[in-house]
């Protein structure tokens, strides 16, 4: 079954370490430490490396301020969204939503609430990609990648001097799963992208 456990002890097996979780959650064990210390942001950035079709979402931005900069390059500032990993582009209202339409410029902002998004595009629109917690939504091979990328970052820290180059080894099965999982978002996309709430879970 699909699960976080599941994956935490896929880590194990690729580390030839003999430790199962149950719910590496509650387990208190090194093992788990390690694995937990690294989890979150090896999924974050695993989100970032590509546009991946369970994690997509296309929504409408929240206005901050019309002329943020006074007129020196954007003519308004949006929220960036509480669920956003990584902003992919403006969609242009005139055109089929997709990363291969023109590109419309915006730039990434703060001011003292949070982060912007700064564009010159009116009620702008937003391709982003969102944190996804839910492994379920994951195809298998990007579980296998998430896998291999967390093994390859606990392997200093459980495998000593990693004699054997698991943590190595770990890295390369890494991006042959990255590339795998890659190949079959691309071919099982659809042409229509319907908008989420930027909420969205």
């Keep these: 079954m699909a699960s976080k456990t599941a ?7 690729h580390l030839k370490n003999s430790k199962t979780f149950t719910n590496v959650d509650t387990d208190t064990s090194i093992q788990a430490t390690a694995v937990l210390a690294f989890y979150d942001d090896a999924l974050r950035e695993m989100l970032e490396e590509f546009d991946w079709s369970f994690a997509k ?3 409408d931005l929240a206005l901050v301020e019309e ?7 954007w003519a308004f500032s949006y929220r960036w969204p509480s669920n956003c990993v990584k902003a ?8 089929q939503p997709s990363a291969e ?14 982060r912007l998004i700064l564009t ?13 917690t839910d492994v379920t939504l994951m195809s298998t091979r990007f579980r296998n990648a998430l896998g291999y990328k967390l093994a390859n ?12 180059g698991l943590g190595m080894r770990a ?31």
Excluded: H, W
């Design 88 to 95: 992919r582009y403006i969609v242009d209202g005139n055109m």
């Design 171 to 201: 890295l390369q099965n890494y991006y042959l799963e990255l590339s795998a999982a890659k190949a079959l978002d691309l071919n099982q996309r659809r042409r229509d992208n319907p908008r989420e709430s930027p909420e969205a879970d």
């Design 153 to 164: 970052k606990v392997a200093p820290t459980l495998c000593g001097e990693d004699r054997g």
């Design 67 to 73: 002329d943020p900069d006074d007129g020196a390059e």
């Design 7 to 13: 994956i935490a002890n896929q880590v194990m097996l």
């Design 101 to 114: 339409s023109p590109r419309i410029s915006f730039e990434e902002g703060a001011d003292t609430t949070g």
């Design 120 to 132: 010159n595009e009116e009620d702008a629109v937003l391709c982003y990609t969102k944190s996804v």
């Design 57 to 59: 979402v296309i929504a």
